[in-house]
């Protein structure tokens, strides 16, 4: 008579589990079918590892679902908006990717519903160069034969009361670029209009929000994009704040101005610099000078700064430029 198969292995190391004492092997036909005790599932894992306080457990994002019925206490629509191009400069370079969430929500930054999604590809005039086939994993062939379907995004974008983008400096002259029908909208970034450093984050890339957030996404990919910050926007940072989307939707509502230090004295570039002005180079109809945006009520506090520390000369009256969310981002 043939004995019964015996299994003989050396002790195995269970990672997430205390260590147990070496038993008898047990014949294979005797064995147990369910999960044997002291093998953790994932769902233990996780409070396993959380528990010790020396890891931290990153979930994927899952995206939220289209509703079928939108409910009314949620009366204003934002579009999230990412783009995929083939390069920095939207004078010369093209889009080869569009991503839009549009929902609906309150003014105090709570989230509805999602009302409506769409991610297309566009094939641009030339190829698309090697670093951003890298940076995105977009390709020639994927976008071959490939538009944008308008109908689609018009859909979305003109119900839209605020155009929401990470960074709506890049995106905005880039989309107005290639339609019209994003002009004359209301734009906001949730890059520069919220204060994340004052929620805890310790930068304000899409990839760290959502890292600090407790989630990881496919990054680069404008759908994916839109709905990873889509939930960086509505979480909640501290029981005495608002939502990062009610401080980027009260931001949208505040008048801006644009001050042109025109004829500022060259020495004196760098304390310009310093304090945070940029330069422009003429281009767009914009005075070739240093400037800087300001919130409207830090207006005349600027002004006695440049009085008396650039021009030094109390009736010195630089251009200013007023902005609103419908003016800001543009090109």
Known sequence: MTRPEILVTPAQFDMFAEVLPVREAIPVSDRPSK????????????????????YRIL????????????????????????TETTGLNHRKDEI??????????????????????????????????????????ITDEMVAGQTIDMEAMRSLIEPADLIIAHNAGFDRPFCETFSSLFSNKAWACSNTEIDWSSRGFEGTKLGYLIGQ?????????????CF?????????????????????????????????????PFDLKDHLKARGYRWSDGSEGRPKSWWIEVDEP??????????????????ADPPTRYLTAFDRFRA
């Open 59 to 82: 979930h994927k994002l899952p995206p939220r679902q289209v509703a079928q019925t939108l409910r009314p206490q949620f009366p204003m629509f934002g579009v999230i908006l990412d």
């Open 298 to 315: 830090e207006l005349e506090e600027e002004l006695r700064y440049l009085r008396s520390e650039i021009y030094r000369y109390p009736e």
């Open 228 to 264: 990873a910050l889509l939930e960086a926007l509505v979480r909640d940072t501290g029981a005495e704040m608002v939502t990062p989307l009610a401080e980027l939707y009260e931001a949208s509502q505040r008048c801006r101005v644009r001050i042109f230090a025109e004829n500022s």
């Open 96 to 137: 080869i990717e569009i991503g839009a969430i549009a929902f609906s929500f309150d003014d105090e930054g709570r989230i509805g519903d999602v009302t409506g999604v769409y991610g297309g590809l566009r094939q641009p005039s030339v190829p698309i160069p090697p670093d951003i086939t890298r940076l995105t994993g």
């Open 35 to 54: 999960r044997p005790a002291g093998i953790m599932d994932e769902a233990d894992m996780v409070s396993h590892l959380t528990a010790t306080g020396r």
């Open 213 to 225: 957030a407790g989630f990881f996404h496919d990054g680069h990919r404008a759908v994916d994009d």
